[in-house]
């Protein structure tokens, strides 16, 4: 894919943060999209953006969460436009809590169904149309999927099993022209870590990380993009999260120690 101009590209998470600026910076490509995600009337105001950047859009409401609702997501991109040629399973919900914190785990199981589930059914559903096209399937993780964080033992786990899960279906579609590429990012300026869930499992309403420095939406789709056209394997996207995985393997003490510095004072 040199370019998404006329490609059906289905993103996951679209109203807001990281998934809304991927799908109005491949608007200005004249993409073919299609936008999905809970909340509806945020959805529609993405897909007024995208329509007036000159592309084709359908929105619809869908809950990753859900079966179903992924099932749905699929075969309303079908009946409009006929194929599949990029999946982004971009949708996610965090949360931050110290584990002896937690007063209701039921939330934990609520993250792994949108955040693990929510990408393997969307992909179930999307695959064998994404192997007509010889599509591409991307997964928005986190370096939270990579390294194990404080305060995040609900959603490093959701995060590794979607990143599990990728490298895994990778090797199996080897031959089939579908590719795979996984997307890292650190913190990124977006409102996901005050949406998420507080120990209580109500919303936090803030931001368990230091936000200082944040990479902005505009640059984390830049480099996704990029990473994308290219069909990389992954994409791990600030030099301090490489250096961090690299050390992990020789002084993990040390990574640790940098985990907890992350956390906001």
Same mark, same amino acid.
């Not at 949406?195 to 230091?210: N, Q």
């Given at each position: 894919?040199?370019?998404?101009?006329?490609?059906?590209?289905?993103?996951?998470?679209?109203?807001?943060?990281?998934?809304?600026?991927?799908?109005? !910076?491949?608007?200005?490509?004249?993409?073919?999209?299609?936008?999905?995600?809970?909340?509806?009337?945020?959805?529609?105001?993405?897909?007024?953006?995208?329509?007036?950047?000159?592309?084709?859009?359908?929105?619809?409401?869908?809950?990753?969460?859900?079966?179903?609702?992924?099932?749905?997501?699929?075969?309303?991109?079908?009946?409009?436009?006929?194929?599949?040629?990029?999946?982004?399973?971009?949708?996610?919900?965090?949360?931050?809590?110290?584990?002896?914190?937690?007063?209701?785990?039921?939330?934990?199981?609520?993250?792994?169904?949108?955040?693990?589930?929510?990408?393997?059914?969307?992909?179930?559903?999307?695959?064998?149309?994404?192997?007509?096209?010889?599509?591409?399937?991307?997964?928005?993780?986190?370096?939270?999927?990579?390294?194990?964080?404080?305060?995040?033992?609900?959603?490093?786990?959701?995060?590794?099993?979607?990143?599990?899960?990728?490298?895994?279906?990778?090797?199996?579609?080897?031959?089939?022209?579908?590719?795979? !590429?996984?997307?890292?990012?650190?913190?990124?300026?977006?409102?996901?870590?005050?949406?998420?869930?507080?120990?209580?499992?109500?919303?936090?309403?803030?931001?368990?990380?230091?936000?200082?420095?944040?990479?902005?939406?505009?640059?984390?789709?830049?480099?996704?993009?990029?990473?994308?056209?290219?069909?990389?394997?992954?994409?791990?996207?600030?030099?301090?999260?490489?250096?961090?995985?690299?050390?992990?393997?020789?002084?993990?003490?040390?990574?640790?120690?940098?985990?907890?510095?992350?956390?906001?004072?």
């Amino acid at each position: 894919m040199k370019s998404f101009h006329d490609k059906v590209v289905v993103i996951t998470g679209a109203s807001d943060g990281i998934g809304a600026e991927l799908a109005r !910076t491949l608007a200005r490509q004249r993409a073919r999209l299609v936008i999905a995600a809970r909340g509806i009337d945020a959805l529609n105001q993405v897909a007024a953006d995208c329509v007036a950047a000159g592309a084709q859009v359908l929105a619809v409401r869908t809950d990753v969460g859900v079966e179903t609702d992924c099932r749905n997501l699929i075969g309303q991109t079908l009946d409009r436009f006929g194929c599949i040629d990029a999946l982004v399973n971009n949708a996610g919900v965090s949360g931050h809590a110290m584990f002896e914190e937690v007063t209701d785990f039921t939330w934990y199981e609520d993250m792994m169904r949108v955040n693990f589930f929510g990408s393997l059914w969307c992909t179930r559903h999307a695959l064998p149309h994404l192997k007509k096209t010889r599509g591409l399937i991307v997964g928005v993780s986190s370096l939270a999927g990579k390294i194990g964080v404080p305060g995040r033992t609900a959603y490093s786990p959701s995060k590794f099993a979607m990143a599990g899960f990728f490298d895994a279906l990778r090797i199996e579609l080897r031959g089939t022209g579908v590719d795979v !590429t996984m997307i890292y990012p650190g913190v990124v300026a977006t409102q996901i870590r005050y949406h998420g869930y507080g120990p209580d499992g109500k919303a936090a309403g803030k931001s368990g990380l230091e936000e200082k420095g944040a990479m902005s939406t505009e640059e984390c789709v830049e480099r996704m993009l990029e990473a994308m056209t290219s069909r990389k394997r992954e994409l791990v996207m600030t030099v301090k999260a490489r250096i961090g995985l690299w050390l992990k393997l020789i002084a993990p003490k040390k990574v640790d120690d940098m985990a907890l510095a992350a956390l906001k004072k």
